[in-house]
């Protein structure tokens, strides 16, 4: 089974990465990684089959969202047709991180890597079991935007996932882990969200528990003025209710002077507000605090062409190219420009 399973591991990248650098990554390190991702099953009362994901971090040890673990009262780990007993868990409910503790579960840790350590456009790859088929999905993406919270940074990527990828992993390039795939907003341009390895430290100080299902609220699913500040652009973003993100972004500037994201998420409202002045005062304070901010430079690439403002347009193709030259193109369609802009 195990020889079959790996064999089927390779067909499922092969055909799943849209990405020629992801493609290029060792074998070795891709293997690792996919193995170390788990599913999460259990009966629920109605006796129908919860699932969910988890990734492999130390001897017998899986983390997985605490989310996973609501729906029933006998959870397992499988991989394959391999089974292994659920014998206790540690909780953090609020962060939606529990550390399940299995036995005789042959599977190494999988390697750590850090979200602290993550760049605005750099690559990552979603393994998890979306839609809970039997063999991880892979699905490469970019980190849009990281955000400091509690020792770590929530992660928001292009990297996609479906339900049954809760609690599956998000890994760098290197196939280190970063994140735990745990929630995305609905509709057609959602967003993905990772929570940071960091918070394994903590997790592992949480007390033994042996009862199930878990209960508990986590972050994301409060009220929505009682979620994180970064997390309530979210929604005004998706239903482009200009208005509302400009409350939410502007309070966030408040609050936090020095996070250039904010910055940028009042840049965007005053854009789609018309009020262009004012977005670019935003957008600049954004670049201003962070220089590898490359949403923040389109944003402004769009505004010099409004002003036809050559000079500018130029300038920031420029900065551009420095920073990641495959978003030229992007810049070009944007401003207006056929392949560079003189």
Known sequence: MKRFFKFFVFISLGFSFYSSNVLALNKDQLMNSFLSVVMIRGYNEAGGLAFGSGVVVGDNQVVTNCHVLRRTKQPWVSQGEDTYSV??????????????????????????GKSTDLKKGQEVIAIGHSNGVPAPLTSAGVVKSTYDLDQGK???????????????GLFDTEGRLVGINTFKTSGRNSFYYALPVEWLNSLKNKPIETNFPITGVALWEE??????????????????????????????????????????ELGFANEHLNNLSEAEKAYRQSTKLDNQNTDALLRLGIIA?????????????????????????????????????E
């Not at 990527?157 to 609690?167: D, H, I, K, L, P």
Request: proline residues 4%; neutral net charge; charged residues 30%.
């Open 305 to 341: 062409k409004t002003k036809e403002d050559k000079n500018e347009i130029k300038n920031i193709q420029e900065q551009i190219s420095k920073i990641n030259p495959e978003l030229l193109e992007e810049y070009y369609q944007l401003v207006g420009c056929s392949k560079t802009c």
């Open 223 to 264: 009220e929505e003025d009682k979620k994180p500040i970064f997390l309530q652009v979210a929604i005004p973003t998706i239903k482009e209710d200009w208005k509302k993100l400009f409350d939410v972004a502007n309070e966030w500037t408040k609050k936090e002077k020095n996070n250039a994201e904010a910055w940028f």
């Open 87 to 112: 014998t206790s868990v540690k909780a953090d409910r609020w962060h939606d991180l529990c550390l399940v503790t299995t036995f005789g579960m042959p599977h190494k840790s999988v390697p750590m």
């Open 154 to 168: 929530v992660i928001l990527s292009s990297a996609q996932f479906r339900m049954g990828a809760s609690g599956s």
